[in-house]
């Protein structure tokens, strides 16, 4: 019996082997790869980075930085302290009658501005001026019997010298004289006090400025005791704006007042933008404000235009002092960062130095300069960020022609 026997099966040697070699391919592809790309960002010029305002990175060899520049100058830099602050009327009066009675007329156009003592209303007067002519009676029949009594005082007087009458008599007599003369004064103050009525009756102005709406209708009746009163009126002409300064500005402050400097204050609108009045700094209040470390003070305007209205809210710019005479330069060129406060100086060479400086007060655009420039040095006030010191610069003719 013939058996056939399979021979047993051998692995695929040719795919292992296969396998194996792509295993060692890969690291040296993965390798080359690698120098490719690191021969490609070797290529590439370098570029300094900026990292903001003030922190000049390396310089560059190959570029040039097209920059404007100005120069220093020297002028003049106020020092002005800002705040927010409310107009406030000088003087706000509730009108209202000081007597009872009914209101027979409205003299006044409500917004209107008024004059002091001009009339704004009347209160019916015919019950007063009755009163009056009652106690201008009383008062001529009681000055009647001070008069008689008198008369028989002085006859007295002459009989006692005669001895024809008691002393007891001309005592009698000069009592009642007194005695009269108090009563009459006591009508004399009745009369006095219907005519001050009378007058009451006309309600006039008591401070010029601008009336409000009305409060009370014609045909009411209005007495002493009403809260609302007939109209409010507000003086605007002039008028002042209450504002407040941190406590570290008023030992400055005080300085300069005790001198007697007149310091003169701009009201602007709530954007800051638009100039509402100039005036002057009326006074300080007498104490600092716990709560917020400030002190209150009271700026007074003219306001003939009316440009200030009663609590309106204003920025306030109060002008403390001018610093005469120093070294300026734009804004735009001071640099802040790691080197400190610092400009950019353009040299002659076409370079710039880092230049560092102390600055002062600023204004209008322009920052004064203590320390570290001199009148007429350049400085880079366009292009900065990305300039390093000794770092090369274009400065284009029409930079200059502008800047200059």
């Avoid at 590439?44 to 404007?68: C, D, I, N, R, T």
């Amino acid at each position: 019996m013939d058996t056939h026997v399979e021979p047993p099966l051998k692995p695929d040697i040719s795919v292992q082997a296969g396998t194996g070699k792509g295993r060692r391919i890969w690291p040296w592809l993965l390798l080359v790869v690698l120098v490719v790309a690191a021969v490609i960002v070797w290529r590439q010029p370098w570029k300094p980075s900026s990292g903001g305002k003030g922190f000049p990175g390396p310089p560059s060899a190959q570029s040039v930085q097209s920059v404007a520049v100005a120069s220093a100058t020297r002028g003049d830099i106020p020092i002005r302290l800002t705040s927010l602050g409310t107009v406030t009327s000088l003087a706000t009066v509730t009108v209202k009658s000081q007597i009872s009675g009914y209101l027979t007329e409205i003299h006044f156009r409500e917004g209107r501005m008024v004059r002091k003592g001009d009339l704004l209303a009347q209160v019916d007067p015919r019950s007063y001026e009755a009163l009056l002519a009652q106690y201008q009676g009383t008062l001529e029949k009681d000055q009647a019997l001070l008069d008689n009594a008198r008369l028989d005082l002085a006859r007295y007087q002459r009989l006692i010298k005669e001895d024809s009458t008691s002393k007891q008599t001309v005592d009698t007599a000069a009592a009642t004289v007194r005695q009269y003369e108090g009563t009459v004064r006591a009508d004399q103050a009745q009369v006095d006090t219907q005519k001050l009525n009378l007058a009451y009756c006309r309600i006039v102005a008591p401070v010029d400025g601008r009336v409000g709406l009305r409060q009370v209708d014609v045909g009411n009746y209005v007495t002493a005791s009403d809260t609302d009163g007939i109209v409010v009126v507000t003086q605007i002409e002039p008028i002042s704006v209450v504002f407040t300064l941190p406590e570290d500005s008023l030992r400055q402050l005080m300085k300069r007042l005790k001198a007697g400097a007149q310091l003169s204050v701009i009201a602007y609108d709530r954007t800051g933008v638009e100039k509402l009045a100039e005036g002057k700094l009326d006074t300080v209040d007498n104490q600092i404000d716990t709560t917020t470390g400030t002190v209150k003070l009271r700026a007074q305007f003219a306001n003939v235009d009316g440009s200030l209205f009663p609590n309106q809210f204003v920025n306030v710019s109060l002008l403390l002092d001018t610093l005469s005479g120093v070294i300026t330069v734009p804004t735009t060129a001071v640099q802040n960062g790691t080197p400190g406060t610092f400009v950019y100086l353009a040299n002659a060479d076409n370079t710039v130095s880092l230049r560092k400086i102390t600055t002062g007060a600023s204004s209008d655009g322009r920052i004064a300069v203590l320390l570290g420039l001199a009148e007429g040095d350049k400085v880079v006030v366009d292009g900065a960020d990305h300039l390093s010191d000794g770092a090369k610069i274009n400065i284009p003719a029409a930079s200059k022609l502008v800047t200059q």
